[in-house]
Each structure stands twice: as C-alpha cells, then as structure tokens.
C-alpha cells in the first residue's frame, strides 16, 4: 500500500522523487521521514495519538536534521497540516465555538483539547527559526512553505471568525523580520520573495509596507546604532523594489480574497477618485520610507535615496511635503548630497506648493570650479536648464548673476566646460531680455587705454573722480558674495567674453561670438554639450578630414634668395674658373702617411675621369664671408677631383724601407 500510495502522490504531483544521497545514512532518515507521512495517510484519523507522535518526530527531523533531511520534513509536514486545516473545518462547521487549526488559535483556552493547535504553531516557529539560521540552501523553500501556509490560514480564520479572507499579519511579519533581521541571508532569497509574490500580488505587497512600518520603529527604540546600521542595508534591499500601482484600476491580483476584502480594514480617507485600497497602500507606502530614513544612513545609501527619491519615492507618497526638512537639510548640506537633493527639493516646491525661498541662493552658490568635473555634473545641469526654463518669475538681477557667474567660471574651465557654462548664458539673456545689458556697459570715466585693468582699478587714477567704480577696468560685481542680490551682477559687464571669443577651442569661441548678434537665432541646444569630454573631443578632432597641403613644385637653387636679409652667407662669384666634380661616395678611406713611412697599397684598375662643369652652374657654393684666405684658395683652385675610395684591403705600411713600386711614383708624380 505504501508504495501505491507513493505513486500516486507522485502522479498529481504532491510528493517529489525520491532521491539517492552520497550519505547512505542520509538516504535512510529521509527515507523514514516518507514513511512518517505516508503512515499518516494510512490511517485516515488526523486526530489519534499515533498521528500526534508521528508528526511530533517529524517536527524534530525538521528541527534538529541534515539540511536534506530538514527539506525532506518541511515539505512532509506542510503537506499534513494542510489536510490537518482542512479536516478540522470540515468537523467545526456545525460548533458554535468552532476550534480549528490556525496559529491565533494556540492562545485560546481551550487550545489544549486539539493537539493539532499546538503542533501547527510549533511547526510554524520551527520554520521561522530555520530562516533566521545559516542554512543558506533551505532559505528559499522556506518562504515557498511558510507563503502556502498563510495562504491555507487565512481561508480558514476567515470561515470561522465572520470576516473577510484576508492574509494574517502575524505569521507574514514574523517571516518579514528573520529576513531582514538574518545576516547570513541567501542572495537569492529576497529575489525569489519579490519575484514569485509580491510583485505579482498587491495584497502581499501591502502586508509587507504593513509589517515594515510596524518592525523598523521597535529595532530603533530596542537595537544599538551598530546594528541598526546594518539593518539599514538590508531594509534599503527590499524597499527600492516595491512596485506601487500607478491607480486604482491597476490593482487586481491577489494571493488571498479580493480587493473587497482589504478595502473594509480601517477607515481610510480617499482623495478625489482613488480607491481605498490605493490611498491604503500609499499611506503605508509614506510609513516605511519615513522609518526608513530614522535609521543611520550610510553615505552610498543617503546617495542612493536621493537619487531615485524623485521618480521612485515622492510621487506614491500620501503626503511628500512631509519630506521638507530632510530635503531641505540636505540642500544645504554641499556638495554630491546637495547636487542629489536638488531635484526632489524642485518637485516638492514646483508640483506640492513647498514654500523654500532661498532655493536659487543655495542653487547660486552651488556653482564653482569644481562642478565642471564631479561625477553627477551631467545630472546638476539638466536640472538647472530645467530651472531655468520653468520659472518664469524670476529677477532680472537674480538671472544676471547666474549668467555673470557661468562666464567667469568659463574663463578657468576646461574646454567642454566653458562650452556648456556658455550656452547656459546665452540662453539666460536670450530669455531675459531684461539681462542683456551686460554684454556691453558705457563707462561713464576713461582711463588712458594703456592702463584699462580687466579686473580692479589702477591705484594711479582712483583720486581723478573720486569713485573707484567709475573707472573703466573695474567690475563691481563680487564673486565671493554667497547672496546673488548682493553681487553688484545687475550692474557688471560680461567683458570675458572677449578672452573666450579668442579661446583655442572652437566651439568656446563660436558660443562666445554668438552674444554679439541680436538673440534672433533662438536657443543653444544644449543636450549635445551635456557628454562632451575630452576623450570625445578627442575623437572628433581625430575623425575630421585633414586638408592637404600643396607645396611648390619648383626645385629652389639657392639656399637664401639675392633679396634676403640674412647676409651671413654668400655665394661664389667666379664664372672663368672650371671646376670637375666627381661622384661623391659615402664612406672614404683617408690614409695618413708620415713622410718616413711608405705606403703598400694593392692594385687597382684605372678610374675614368668625369665630365667637367663650368662655375657658371655651380652658385650653390657657398664661402663664408669672414675668411678671406678660403676665398683667395678657392680663386686659384683650376681643377678639383674626387676620387673613389681604396678599397678595403688591408694596407701594408713599411718601416723604413727606401724601395718602393714603379707603378706608385707614377701615380704619386701625377697627383
């Protein structure tokens, strides 16, 4: 019987394979385990006291075994308390205090009368504390158990207790917290939560934002910083994932009941046509995210927040200008933080009427040398193009400061830099036309030009009008001053755009030249300049087409022309005299004879004599101008010839020996 049995669970798919260990041991106790369950189903009465026994040694396999005979058990036993659910429904439907298998019920009184009760809760404890273990390979099973278990739960409370088929809270939480409160927590753990129910239930996805609010505020008040810190990570892993519906209409699947059944818990307030589940899960959403930031942040994490806070976090949030001070907090704080609040700050003060006045100012001084090479400078520009573009109300002085401040930093940034910081001004005075007084400003004293100052005034003419001010080359306006309206901007000049119209990058001094025509041409586009680096630069300048150079085919015969005023050389100037050249030859031997040596060398044949040139068209020697005895040689000089060297052959030179070859006195006479 047992092994028809065991077929048949296989066949609907209740019972897995059995499987062959490399332990025999192993293999045996798991093979005892089977046998526990297939006994029960035997017996047919879940309510006996051999059942009760049986079912307590499987609890204590699942607690105390191997990591194969643990799985072995938690599946045997979720299986028999699942058909232990069941049957108790089934013979409690007619009692008035019907008693059935569910976790609430291990408080009750009479509790005792079904050891059933007490078993399921055990199992349930023993469940959660093997997901609070280190046993990183049963983690995921685990979930899987402990989620079907809820689910069978919660159909039976809701039978029997006159309310609507929802999740129990208690068991999920107590799941919800081994897993954020486990160290030892498997990677895939949170993916097979997160991918197998709550994104695909919305009634999972809201007990867990439930759960969440209700964990985090008891392990601030009850857990050192320490380990709060490390809660943070974990908590920071779960909550970016929650996926908020986007309506009310988009919410529809559910692991247990209906929507129905979640909008008759509590008394919710909707806003305009939002359902109650909806405003529900946003108001529980807002929760977790305000417990979340009590707890101590790391700097990767409070960068992280504030990067997605804008798109993921503030527009499924009940209230967001709950979230003022910590925006504005970090507003202020400089820097990265300062660039990463910017935009959830902006959204609060453009779509929920936050009232935050000093926004530019911070947003002012923002700006410096430095922003043109931070790592989020793309991201801090398209917010302020942004800025610029939606406040319509804004100061002619305030925009001229921003405008004045860009073109100064041009002036020390790097090329692709000055280019953007440029565009961002030029599009500030095309819309402002209140701001374009200061490309050029009429000076109302002139110093002689030969002492204009770019920047200060000289001291030599401070006391011809009394005001410093009044001089040409000085500029009012203060790039220290952290207040835009204090900055003198209003009454400066943009006179750097006269250095960056001369700036070795062309594309810096084409922007700058733009601001002497008449605005007509619209606005830079500035989404092209947002990823340009030098690397990109680069790459531009080496794909362009180089132009060819034509060089003059004439062949020049003089090395300085007769009209030239470098008159240290000279050319010869005697026509009569001939000169013979012979072919030159790259390596030649010199022979150093003393006149007591004689000289052996071998026999070689006769070299023919070369055709002579006349002087007439040999200009190209050149004599110095200094030394007459050079030119005095040269005058005198008839013929001139070039030899080919001796070949390499060992010379023999004699001592002094007085014999010598007839063949060279001859050549010796003739030299």
Same mark, same amino acid.
């Given at each position: 019987?047992?092994?028809?049995?065991?077929?048949?669970?296989?066949?609907?798919?209740?019972?897995?394979? #059995?499987e062959?260990?490399?332990?025999? %041991?192993?293999?045996?106790?798991?093979?005892?385990?089977?046998? #526990?369950?297939?006994?029960?189903?035997?017996?047919?009465?879940?309510?006996?006291?051999?059942?009760?026994?049986?079912?307590?040694?499987?609890?204590?396999?699942?607690?105390?075994?191997?990591?194969?005979?643990?799985?072995?058990?938690?599946?045997?036993?979720?299986?028999?308390?699942?058909?232990?659910?069941?049957?108790?429904?089934?013979?409690?439907?007619?009692?008035?205090?019907?008693?059935?298998?569910?976790? %609430?019920?291990?408080?009750?009184?009479?509790?005792?009368?079904?050891?059933? *009760?007490?078993?399921?809760?055990?199992?349930?404890?023993?469940?959660?504390?093997?997901?609070?273990?280190n046993?990183?390979?049963i983690q995921?099973?685990?979930?899987?158990t402990?989620?079907?278990?809820?689910?069978?739960?919660?159909?039976?409370?809701?039978?029997?207790?006159?309310?609507?088929?929802?999740?129990?809270?208690?068991?999920?939480?107590?799941?919800?917290?081994?897993?954020?409160?486990?160290?030892?927590?498997?990677?895939?753990?949170?993916?097979?939560?997160?991918?197998?129910?709550?994104?695909?239930?919305?009634?999972?996805? #809201?007990?867990?934002?439930?759960?969440?609010?209700?964990?985090?505020?008891?392990?601030?008040?009850?857990q050192?910083?320490?380990?709060?810190?490390?809660?943070?990570?974990?908590?920071?892993? *779960?909550?970016?994932?929650?996926?908020?519906?986007?309506?009310?209409?988009?919410?529809?699947?559910?692991?247990?009941?209906? !929507?129905?059944?979640?909008?008759?818990?509590?008394?919710?307030?909707t806003?305009?046509?939002e359902?109650?589940?909806?405003?529900?899960?946003?108001?529980?959403?807002?929760?977790?995210?305000?417990?979340f930031?009590?707890?101590?942040?790391?700097?990767?994490?409070?960068?992280?927040?504030?990067?997605?806070?804008?798109?993921?976090?503030? @527009?499924?949030?009940?209230?967001?200008?709950?979230?003022?001070?910590?925006?504005?907090?970090?507003?202020?704080?400089?820097?990265?933080?300062?660039?990463?609040?910017?935009?959830?700050?902006?959204?609060?003060?453009?779509?929920?009427?936050?009232?935050?006045?000093? $926004?530019?100012?911070?947003?002012?001084?923002?700006?410096?040398?430095?922003?043109? $090479?931070?790592?989020?400078?793309?991201?801090?520009?398209?917010?302020?193009?942004?800025?610029?573009?939606?406040?319509?109300?804004?100061?002619?002085?305030?925009?001229?400061?921003?405008?004045?401040?860009?073109?100064?930093?041009?002036?020390?940034?790097?090329?692709?830099?000055?280019?953007?910081?440029?565009?961002?001004?030029?599009?500030?005075?095309?819309k402002?036309?209140?701001?374009r007084?200061?490309?050029?400003?009429a000076?109302?004293?002139?110093?002689?030009?030969?002492?204009?100052?770019?920047?200060?005034?000289?001291?030599?003419?401070?006391?011809?009008?009394?005001?410093?001010?009044?001089?040409?080359?000085?500029?009012?306006?203060?790039?220290?001053?952290k207040?835009?309206?204090?900055?003198?901007?209003?009454?400066?000049?943009?006179?750097?755009?006269?250095?960056?119209?001369?700036?070795?990058?062309?594309?810096?001094? !084409?922007?700058?030249?733009?601001?002497?025509?008449?605005?007509?041409?619209g606005?830079?586009?500035?989404?092209?300049?947002?990823?340009?680096?030098?690397?990109?630069?680069?790459?531009?300048y080496?794909?362009?087409?180089?132009?060819?150079?034509?060089?003059?085919?004439?062949?020049?015969? !003089?090395?300085? @022309?007769?009209?030239s005023?470098?008159?240290?050389?000279?050319?010869?100037?005697?026509?009569?005299?001939?000169?013979?050249?012979?072919?030159?030859?790259?390596?030649?031997?010199?022979?150093?004879?003393?006149?007591?040596? !004689?000289?052996?060398?071998?026999?070689?044949?006769?070299?023919?004599?070369?055709?002579?040139?006349?002087?007439?068209?040999?200009?190209?020697?050149? *004599? @110095?101008?200094?030394?007459?005895?050079?030119?005095?040689?040269?005058?005198?000089?008839?013929?001139?010839?070039?030899?080919?060297?001796?070949?390499?052959?060992?010379?023999?030179?004699?001592?002094?020996?007085?014999?010598?070859?007839?063949?060279?006195?001859?050549?010796?006479?003739?030299?």
């Open positions: 019987w047992f092994v028809t049995r065991t077929e048949q669970l296989r066949k609907f798919g209740r019972m897995p394979q #059995l062959v260990y490399d332990d025999e %041991e192993t293999t045996q106790i798991v093979d005892a385990v089977r046998k #526990l369950e297939a006994d029960i189903y035997e017996q047919g009465s879940f309510s006996s006291k051999e059942s009760k026994e049986r079912v307590e040694k499987l609890i204590d396999h699942l607690k105390n075994g191997t990591t194969h005979v643990s799985f072995t058990a938690m599946k045997c036993l979720e299986r028999i308390f699942t058909k232990f659910i069941a049957s108790s429904i089934k013979a409690e439907a007619k009692q008035p205090k019907p008693l059935v298998v569910c976790y %609430e019920n291990r408080t009750r009184p009479d509790a005792s009368k079904d050891w059933r *009760i007490a078993s399921f809760a055990e199992f349930v404890d023993a469940c959660i504390s093997l997901l609070r273990d046993e990183r390979n995921a099973p685990l979930i899987t402990l989620m079907h278990i809820i689910r069978e739960e919660a159909n039976c409370v809701g039978t029997f207790r006159n309310r609507t088929k929802t999740i129990s809270v208690e068991i999920f939480q107590m799941m919800i917290e081994s897993i954020i409160l486990t160290e030892d927590l498997a990677e895939e753990v949170i993916d097979h939560l997160f991918e197998n129910f709550i994104e695909k239930y919305y009634d999972i996805t #809201l007990r867990l934002m439930q759960s969440m609010g209700r964990i985090l505020p008891q392990q601030i008040a009850t050192k910083k320490e380990k709060n810190a490390k809660l943070a990570i974990r908590v920071f892993e *779960i909550l970016p994932r929650i996926a908020m519906p986007v309506d009310d209409k988009e919410i529809s699947e559910f692991w247990v009941g209906e !929507k129905s059944n979640y909008e008759s818990e509590g008394d919710v307030v806003k305009n046509e359902g109650k589940l909806f405003t529900m899960m946003r108001n529980e959403f807002q929760e977790c995210w305000l417990a930031l009590q707890l101590p942040l790391t700097e990767e994490i409070y960068r992280e927040f504030l990067s997605r806070s804008h798109t993921h976090i503030i @527009p499924h949030m009940s209230t967001p200008n709950i979230l003022m001070d910590f925006f504005g907090s970090s507003y202020k704080q400089g820097g990265i933080i300062s660039m990463l609040a910017l935009h959830g700050l902006f959204i609060l003060i453009h779509k929920y009427n936050l009232d935050y006045p000093t $926004f530019f100012e911070d947003l002012y001084n923002l700006l410096d040398d430095k922003i043109f $090479f931070l790592k989020y400078r793309v991201r801090f520009f398209k917010l302020m193009d942004l800025f610029f573009t939606s406040s319509t109300h804004v100061p002619s002085y305030l925009m001229s400061a921003f405008a004045k401040r860009l073109v100064r930093l041009a002036l020390s940034a790097p090329p692709y830099g000055a280019a953007l910081a440029l565009a961002f001004a030029y599009n500030i005075l095309e402002h036309s209140a701001t007084v200061l490309i050029h400003r000076a109302k004293f002139t110093v002689p030009k030969e002492h204009v100052l770019l920047i200060g005034a000289s001291e030599e003419y401070t006391d011809m009008s009394g005001k410093k001010e009044d001089k040409d080359g000085y500029d009012p306006y203060e790039i220290s001053e207040d835009p309206g204090k900055s003198n901007a209003i009454k400066s000049s943009l006179w750097e755009l006269e250095i960056l119209s001369n700036h070795y990058s062309v594309s810096v001094s !084409k922007l700058a030249k733009r601001f002497n025509g008449d605005f007509s041409s606005r830079v586009d500035i989404d092209r300049l947002y990823e340009t680096s030098y690397p990109h630069m680069f790459g531009g080496m794909k362009q087409k180089k132009q060819q150079i034509h060089f003059a085919n004439v062949i020049p015969r !003089k090395m300085f @022309p007769e009209d005023q470098f008159k240290i050389w000279k050319t010869s100037t005697k026509s009569n005299s001939q000169v013979e050249i012979k072919k030159e030859v790259e390596t030649p031997q010199k022979v150093q004879v003393e006149s007591n040596l !004689k000289v052996e060398t071998p026999k070689k044949k006769p070299q023919k004599r070369k055709k002579t040139l006349s002087a007439d068209a040999l200009d190209d020697i050149f *004599i @110095p101008e200094e030394t007459e005895e050079d030119v005095k040689d040269v005058k005198d000089v008839k013929e001139v010839e070039v030899t080919k060297p001796v070949e390499e052959n060992p010379v023999k030179i004699q001592g002094n020996s007085k014999k010598s070859n007839g063949k060279q006195k001859a050549k010796k006479h003739r030299k």
